[in-house]
C-alpha cells in the first residue's frame, strides 16, 4: 500500500510538469503566464480527472472479478462500459447537458443481461459471460453507430471525440461532483473487504459464514454501475485499465481485498495517469486518444491472460 501511495503521489506531482510545453513549477505559483495558465487549467485538472477515472475503473475490475469469480471480467470485456457508451450517446444526440444518469442506466441494463444470460440455475457459467459481454459490446456499438449516423455535425463530432477515450480539463467543480461519489463508494466498497473475501469463494461459503450473498451482489453490481457510468460520461470509454491493474496486483499480493482494494484504487489511479501522460507526448504537439493507450496496453494482455487460461484448462 506504501509503493502504490508512493507511485500515485509522483504521478500526481510529476504528470501536470510534463507535456508538449515546458512548464516551470515556481512560475506557475507565482501566477507567472503562461505558466499559470498551462499548470492550473490545462494539465493539472486533467492529471486529476485520470486519476479519479483510473481509480473507479480499477476498483470496479476487482469488485466485478470477484463477483464473478473470472479473471477475464471487467467492465470493458463484459460490456458495461460499451452500455454507458450507449446512455452518454443518447444524451448527446438528443443534447442534454446532464449525460450522467443515462451512461449509470445503461450500464445497468447492460450487466443486468450479460448476468441474466450468464447464470445457469444458481451457477455462472464463465464462457458464457464472456460471449454474451462480447455480444453486447457488438449490440451496443451497433446502436452507438447508428445514433452517430443520423446525428448533426457538431454532435456527430462531439460523439466521434468522446468514443475515443478523451481526458479533457475540465473545471474544478466538475472534478469536485466527480471526487465525491468515486471517493465515498470505493471506501464503501473497501470498508466490506473481508466480505468480498467470503463471496470470492462462493455465495454459499459466504451464506454459511454470516455474510447476506445477495445483498453484497446487489451492492456490488450497483456501486461497479455508477462508478463506470460517472467515468464514462466524463472521459469516454476507457477499457482495460480494470483488467490489467487488479490481475497484476493479484499475482503479486495474493486475493486479500483487504489489501487488494486500496492497492487498486491507488494504482490504477497512478496507471492511468501515466498513460494520460504517454498520450500527451508521444507525438506531441498532438495527443493520442487515452482510450487507444489503454487498449494497446490491455490488447495484448487480454490475449495473454485468455491462453493461459486456456492452457491451465488443459492442464
Same mark, same amino acid.
Given at each position: 500500500?506504501?509503493?502504490?501511495?508512493?507511485?500515485?503521489?509522483?504521478?500526481?506531482?510529476?504528470a501536470?510538469?510534463i507535456?508538449?510545453?515546458?512548464?516551470?513549477?515556481?512560475?506557475?505559483m507565482?501566477?507567472?503566464?503562461?505558466?499559470?495558465?498551462i499548470?492550473f487549467?490545462?494539465?493539472?485538472?486533467?492529471?486529476?480527472?485520470?486519476?479519479?477515472?483510473?481509480?473507479?475503473?480499477?476498483?470496479?475490475?476487482v469488485?466485478?472479478?470477484c463477483?464473478?469469480?473470472?479473471?477475464?471480467?471487467?467492465p470493458y470485456? #463484459?460490456?458495461?462500459?460499451?452500455?454507458?457508451?450507449?446512455?452518454?450517446?443518447?444524451?448527446?444526440?438528443?443534447?442534454w447537458?446532464?449525460?450522467?444518469?443515462?451512461?449509470?442506466?445503461?450500464?445497468?441494463?447492460?450487466l443486468?443481461?450479460?448476468?441474466a444470460?450468464a447464470?445457469?440455475?444458481?451457477?455462472?457459467?464463465?464462457?458464457?459471460?464472456?460471449?454474451?459481454?462480447?455480444?453486447?459490446?457488438?449490440?451496443s456499438?451497433?446502436?452507438?453507430?447508428?445514433?452517430?449516423?443520423?446525428?448533426?455535425?457538431?454532435?456527430?463530432?462531439?460523439?466521434?471525440?468522446?468514443?475515443?477515450?478523451?481526458?479533457?480539463?475540465?473545471?474544478?467543480?466538475?472534478?469536485?461532483?466527480?471526487?465525491?461519489?468515486?471517493?465515498?463508494?470505493?471506501?464503501?466498497?473497501?470498508?466490506?473487504?473481508?466480505?468480498w473475501?467470503?463471496?470470492a469463494?462462493?455465495e454459499?461459503?459466504?451464506?454459511?459464514?454470516g455474510?447476506?450473498a445477495?445483498?453484497?451482489?446487489?451492492?456490488?453490481?450497483?456501486?461497479?454501475?455508477?462508478?463506470?457510468?460517472?467515468?464514462?460520461?466524463?472521459?469516454?470509454?476507457?477499457?482495460?485499465?480494470?483488467?490489467?491493474?487488479p490481475?497484476?496486483?493479484?499475482?503479486?499480493?495474493g486475493?486479500?481485498?483487504?489489501? #487488494?482494494?486500496?492497492?487498486?484504487?491507488?494504482?490504477?489511479?497512478?496507471?492511468?495517469?501515466i498513460?494520460?501522460?504517454i498520450?500527451?507526448?508521444?507525438?506531441a504537439?498532438?495527443?493520442i486518444?487515452?482510450?487507444?493507450v489503454?487498449?494497446?496496453?490491455?490488447?495484448?494482455?487480454?490475449?495473454?491472460?485468455?491462453?493461459?487460461r486456456?492452457?491451465?484448462?488443459w492442464?
Amino acid at each position: 500500500m506504501l509503493l502504490s501511495a508512493a507511485a500515485l503521489i509522483a504521478v500526481a506531482l510529476g504528470a501536470p510538469l510534463i507535456g508538449s510545453a515546458h512548464v516551470n513549477f515556481a512560475n506557475a505559483m507565482k501566477g507567472v503566464s503562461p505558466d499559470h495558465e498551462i499548470f492550473f487549467y490545462a494539465r493539472l485538472p486533467r492529471v486529476l480527472l485520470a486519476l479519479l477515472a483510473g481509480a473507479a475503473l480499477s476498483v470496479t475490475g476487482v469488485l466485478f472479478q470477484c463477483m464473478l469469480r473470472d479473471p477475464l471480467a471487467e467492465p470493458y470485456t #463484459l460490456g458495461v462500459s460499451s452500455g454507458s457508451s450507449v446512455g452518454t450517446v443518447i444524451a448527446i444526440s438528443l443534447g442534454w447537458r446532464l449525460s450522467v444518469l443515462p451512461a449509470i442506466l445503461g450500464a445497468a441494463a447492460v450487466l443486468l443481461i450479460v448476468l441474466a444470460m450468464a447464470t445457469e440455475g444458481r451457477r455462472l457459467s464463465s464462457f458464457t459471460l464472456l460471449l454474451t459481454g462480447v455480444t453486447m459490446n457488438s449490440i451496443s456499438f451497433a446502436i452507438v453507430l447508428f445514433l452517430h449516423s443520423i446525428a448533426s455535425f457538431s454532435q456527430s463530432f462531439e460523439i466521434s471525440r468522446w468514443l475515443m477515450g478523451q481526458l479533457d480539463a475540465v473545471e474544478y467543480s466538475t472534478l469536485a461532483w466527480l471526487a465525491v461519489p468515486v471517493i465515498v463508494i470505493c471506501a464503501l466498497v473497501t470498508l466490506r473487504a473481508p466480505e468480498w473475501n467470503l463471496l470470492a469463494v462462493g455465495e454459499d461459503w459466504a451464506t454459511s459464514r454470516g455474510a447476506h450473498a445477495s445483498r453484497l451482489t446487489i451492492f456490488g453490481y450497483v456501486s461497479g454501475s455508477i462508478l463506470i457510468g460517472l467515468v464514462t460520461a466524463l472521459a469516454g470509454p476507457i477499457g482495460f485499465v480494470g483488467l490489467i491493474v487488479p490481475h497484476a496486483l493479484r499475482l503479486k499480493l495474493g486475493a486479500d481485498h483487504r489489501t #487488494l482494494l486500496p492497492c487498486a484504487f491507488l494504482t490504477g489511479a497512478a496507471f492511468l495517469g501515466i498513460c494520460d501522460v504517454i498520450s500527451r507526448v508521444v507525438i506531441a504537439p498532438a495527443e493520442i486518444p487515452i482510450g487507444v493507450v489503454t487498449a494497446l496496453c490491455g490488447g495484448p494482455f487480454f490475449l495473454w491472460l485468455l491462453r493461459t487460461r486456456r492452457r491451465s484448462l488443459w492442464l
